[in-house]
């Protein structure tokens, strides 16, 4: 389940300006009809070094096997390679694949490589990762402040079992000027202002998603303010290093870990104790979802297509961990990342 918006909606905005903006619709997306030929499409990934991307991965490869479609993945170095992730748009153009569904990097300088897309023809979708740019055919993802505001709303409703009457917060949102971050930190802000109890944000510290940065800063976090703080919200990257780190530091028992997104890793930690919960964007759902609306564009099979779909949110934590259906968010654990899917190849 999610919302399908439709125009009129504010021009060059977020998927969220879509949601206060637009037309919108509750809808459940039932998938595309196997393809009438092998259409290649191409997807862009900032990286594939978090299980968040393995899922996605997942997602994509066996809706295109399902759908008999030809699929390539192609990733980045991290948040930190706009550049390369820019110069593969381009190569992607020129190689004229019958559609590109690009994960941007950046919420703003993605932007020009979309529209050079469109210009020429190729059609362009939006997956996961947000981004400014009108030039997309349609946008799928969740919204980004949602993130921020379920992941905060929980830590109210916890700290208010627990008799809090105040309370002290760490960020680690990830990558500085990506948009899914950006709908993250302002997410977060909103709910912690309508809070009935006071919330400190003491510090919020950015950096690509990568274990080995986030362990840095989780450890800076940790040695600056662990003994003010009550709750640490993190990415899909970083809330497993913050646990890691706290456990190191002897405050895993005084601080919680909340993290904004859900992956295999981050479930496990909910089930031991060592996160306390986690929003959750459907990963795979996402990708399979933009899969089958790339197909049903392709096939010419909708008459007016969204702007903009937005994948319910969700929350999972220790009570409603055992009947929590996570085949729509995380890859099976014996998963493998693969980069490309040719029909031709199974006959």
């Avoid at 499409?41 to 899922?55: E, M, N, R, S, T």
């Avoid at 740019?133 to 208010?160: C, H, P, Y």
């Avoid at 680690?172 to 809070?195: C, D, I, S, Y």
């Avoid at 306390?276 to 099979?301: G, I, M, P, W, Y």
């Amino acid at each position: 389940m999610g919302f399908s918006i439709y125009p009129p909606l504010k021009p060059n905005g977020t998927a969220d300006d879509a949601l206060n903006t637009g037309q919108v619709k509750p809808s459940y997306f039932g998938m595309a009809e196997r393809a009438s030929k092998p259409w290649r499409i191409a997807f862009l990934f900032p990286h594939i070094k978090d299980p968040y991307w393995v899922g996605c991965d997942y997602g994509v490869m066996t809706e295109a096997k399902r759908l008999g479609i030809a699929a390539d993945i192609y990733v980045a170095d991290g948040y930190d390679d706009l550049k390369g992730q820019l110069r593969k748009m381009n190569e992607l153009i020129t190689e004229k694949y019958d559609a590109i569904v690009v994960s941007p990097i950046d919420l703003v300088a993605n932007n020009p490589s979309i529209a050079k897309a469109r210009a020429q023809g190729i059609p362009v979708f939006e997956l996961a990762n947000d981004s400014t740019s009108d030039d997309f055919n349609i946008k799928v993802t969740t919204s980004l402040r949602g993130m921020g505001e379920e992941a905060m709303r929980w830590i109210i409703r916890d700290a208010q079992k627990r008799g809090l009457k105040s309370i002290n917060i760490g960020l680690l949102p990830g990558p500085q000027g990506a948009g899914w971050v950006t709908g993250e930190v302002e997410g977060t802000q909103a709910a912690a202002k309508k809070a009935p109890l006071d919330i400190h944000i003491l510090a919020i510290k950015y950096g690509d998603s990568g274990r080995i940065p986030q362990s840095q800063l989780a450890e800076q976090l940790i040695n600056a303010h662990g003994k003010k703080l009550d709750y640490i919200l993190g990415c899909t990257g970083c809330a497993p290093a913050a646990s890691a780190r706290l456990k190191d530091a002897g405050l895993d028992k005084k601080i919680k870990v909340v993290a904004y997104d859900l992956t295999r890793e981050i479930a496990n930690l909910i089930k031991t104790g060592d996160i306390a919960a986690s929003a959750d964007t459907k990963a795979v759902s996402q990708a399979r979802v933009v899969t089958s609306a790339v197909v049903n564009h392709l096939e010419k099979r909708t008459a007016q297509s969204p702007h903009t779909i937005l994948i319910k949110l969700d929350m999972v934590d220790p009570a409603n961990y055992a009947h929590y259906k996570f085949d729509t968010s995380i890859a099976p654990d014996d998963f493998v990342p693969v980069f490309s899917y040719n029909p031709a190849e199974d006959k």
